[in-house]
């Protein structure tokens, strides 16, 4: 039986006139602001990850849900949500929801893609750019009060021109990557399932195998869409097939990596360096990450700018108002 709480919620929002929604993570205020007028809004205020659970109890009687990469929607938590006609993802990946368990209840699911491509592009280059340079090792010595001064073989890092980038996803992310990385002289290599157009390829190199694309890489940047069959696929085996001395980036999931194997391939610098923005179990980072001045962490920031996050919200509410309106939201997943 609901909750008293959720009953007065309940009343409250067949009050207004407009469609019930929860809220599970906090959004950039214009966006709350937008989605206040046009919802009965009720928000999870303290923006913590909610399990699966919390999410049938707190939405039970809304009937548009608001989610991000951090919520798990699955079959079974769908169908404790009978009013739910509209799940609204602020990602462009959308691997957390069970689309075919949304589909089948009747419901419409939205997602973010195209808006954030730039946004990721340029974290994904400054992790390239601290892994090759040694910014995490430059910060710290400066901060530590130590720094001698300059010297002619302090801190030496990698160069980039005259390199091959290999990247492992060329969707729009991989390609406005291929965009920024050009203008540091590094030729670009990719694999996708399939090849794209050459006016997209814009003179990169295909590789129709991951493993022909990691044997010819520098520096491999992880730009490949979160997939359950893609879980693990950088293991010990496939992370071996990388030149020795070679970098790695990855700002797509975590979970695509083997941590224990990354973690040994960095401890033995049988891999230069490594620059993550993404892991498997978030927040709980494999610790081995932690112990190694090759590598340069970030908090999942790639599409965190206020540009970017306001688009995100933007963009789902023209598409639940255009599906409102009769019409085929380009952002509606089914």
Sequence with gaps: MPSAAACAEAAARAGTGRPGAFLCRRFTPGVEAALRERFALTTNEDDSILAPSEIAERARDAEVL?????????????????????????????????????????IAVFHTPDV????CAEI???????????????????????????????LLGIGLPGRTLGIFGMGRIGRAIAHRARAFGLHIAYHNRSRLEPSLEEGATYHDTLEGLLGASDILMVAAPGAPALRGVLDARRLALLPTGAVLVNISRGDLVDDEALVAALASRRLRAAGLDVFANEPNVHPGYRKLDNVFLTPHIG?????????MGRMLIDG????GRGETPLNRLC
């Design 66 to 106: 608001f989610v991000t990469a951090t919520e798990s929607l699955r079959a079974e938590t769908i169908a404790q949500l009978p009013r739910l006609r509209i799940i609204a993802t602020l990602s462009v990946g959308h691997d957390h929801i069970d689309l075919a368990a949304a589909r089948a209840a009747g």
């Design 116 to 119: 954030l491509s730039d946004a």
């Design 124 to 154: 994904a280059m400054m992790l390239l750019l601290n892994a090759c340079r040694r910014g995490l090792e430059g910060d710290r010595l400066v901060r530590s009060g130590t720094w001698q001064g300059w010297a002619p073989t302090q």
């Design 303 to 311: 599409s965190a700018t206020e540009e970017t996050r306001d688009a």
């Design 320 to 323: 639940i108002e255009a599906l």
